[in-house]
């Protein structure tokens, strides 16, 4: 028997459930002085590399001089739909803006974070259309592209620390092109001329930053890039040589390969939803439960991941990862009791105490000790006649698997009721010998 630690402290966004969903702002700060760089992921809502590479900032970077700003999820709403912008397009309401805009809030408070006195050069993070080249080669590779580049507005800002836009972004574009996974995967500087040339261009995020005086960039990675490990490990890439450029110092808990953020990736951090402290772990989740118990009220959750969100579709809950969908609950709807913390639990012969929304791993039986007053429900477990399966000693073979919640149907939900209320659940999961031993 072992005890998942979850390491909810490390990153912890909370949200009550609602129609809009707002960013998060994770800051890293070294506390010890130094330039601050913001930056800024998702407003763009179908341009992955643009919100997953500022996720993995915020969960896995360090820093150790100097301070790192990370908005990884600016317009959650489109994220969440996969779509450029669901209510237009946010990058063109930074020049002028109508009060009544769905969008109006959102983008009032992210200038006013991109003016902060402490920040000292904004990054807006996109993926774009093709190949950006200087000539004209073909209908990827072209003037007309946006991918893979850094964005500058103009030349420079005379009177700006790190106003040197062409240069710094030429010399970071030097230091990303080295060790490419694809040749044709270098990064090039794309000038707007944005005053003289570029109408559209006026309204978005980084004129309306250097307007002010704050230099800004854009990184675009490529959509014809379709491996979203490629495209966010050219983001982190580049958004680190700029940190070097402001001498922000990191460190990274891994190694900056494509293949360690594959994996990094593909865990889609834990869910937790109180009061009773359901834990999901999201990495493993089937893509749709049943019987899933939830409060009539309002759905608060926290996730170590900010790109998480849970949204109320019809009578079901989807569980979203940024634009990718993780799993599908089909909620049966109690009122809450939170009398109960935790129960006596006999895992594999050995008495343990288990805390109310822990996951528990056996090997080969558990059985849950009486409590007086409250009712056990195991969920894909029946017994003819037995109402509270207490005392009765379970083995994976009494399972129907189909009520598992993992995609190895190995963990189930043991769930706890006192009269009609519900009281929180312990997952149990059930390893084999050999796997557990690796
Ligand atoms: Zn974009």
């Given at each position: ?45 179908d341009e992955p590399g643009g919100y997953f590479a ?108 790190y106003g040197n836009l062409a240069e710094i972004a ?85 190694e900056l390969s494509q293949e360690t953020i594959k ?176």
């Open positions: 028997m072992k005890k998942i630690s979850l390491g909810l402290c490390l990153l912890l966004s909370t949200y009550a459930f609602s129609a809009n969903l707002h960013y998060s702002l994770i800051k890293k700060e070294s506390g010890k002085e130094g330039s601050t760089l913001l930056i800024i992921g998702g407003i763009h809502g500022p996720m993995l900032l915020a969960k896995h970077y360090k820093i150790e001089s100097g301070n790192l700003w990370v908005v990884p999820n600016l317009n959650f709403d489109s994220i969440v739909k996969n779509a450029r912008g669901i209510n237009g397009d946010m990058n063109r309401k930074f020049a002028k803006m109508e009060p009544k805009d769905k969008d109006f809030e959102i983008v009032t408070e992210i200038k006013k974070l991109i003016l902060h006195p402490k920040v000292d050069l904004t990054l807006n993070l996109h993926d774009g259309q093709g190949f950006y080249r200087t000539r004209q080669i073909n209908k990827d590779f072209n003037p007309k592209a946006w991918g893979q580049a850094t964005i500058i507005d103009q030349q420079n800002m005379p009177n700006a620390k030429k010399k970071v574009n030097q230091e990303t092109n080295v060790d490419l996974i694809e040749d044709v995967h270098e990064f090039n500087v794309k000038n707007t001329n944005t005053k003289e040339q570029d109408k559209a261009m006026q309204q978005s995020l980084t004129y309306f930053a250097i307007t002010n005086n704050k230099p800004a960039f854009a990184i675009e990675t490529s959509k014809n890039i379709t491996d979203l490990s490629h495209k966010v490990f050219y983001q982190l890439k580049t958004i680190e040589k700029f940190m070097n450029e402001m001498n922000i110092k990191y460190t990274r808990s891994f994996k990094l990736l593909s865990d889609d951090g834990i869910l937790e939803i109180p009061p009773t402290k359901i834990t999901l772990d999201l990495a493993t989740l089937k893509p749709y439960i049943k019987f899933f118990p939830m409060s009539k009220g309002t759905l608060v959750y926290n996730s170590t991941n900010p790109l998480v969100a849970v949204l109320k579709e019809k009578d079901e809950y989807k569980i979203m990862n940024g634009n990718i969908l993780v799993s599908k609950l089909k909620p049966d709807f109690f009122e809450f009791d939170e009398s109960l913390n935790s129960v006596g639990l006999i895992i594999d012969g050995k008495k343990i105490s288990a805390k109310i929304g822990s996951l528990i791993r056996a090997k080969n039986s558990f059985q849950v000790e009486s409590i007086n007053g409250y009712r056990v429900n195991i969920i894909g477990y029946s017994k003819n006649g037995v109402t509270n399966e207490v005392g009765i000693k379970v083995e994976p073979k009494d399972f129907i698997q189909s009520y598992a919640i993992d995609k190895d149907e190995t963990t189930y939900m043991v769930q706890f009721y006192k009269d009609k209320k519900f009281c929180g659940m312990i997952n149990i999961k059930f390893e084999d010998e050999k796997k557990s031993k690796k």
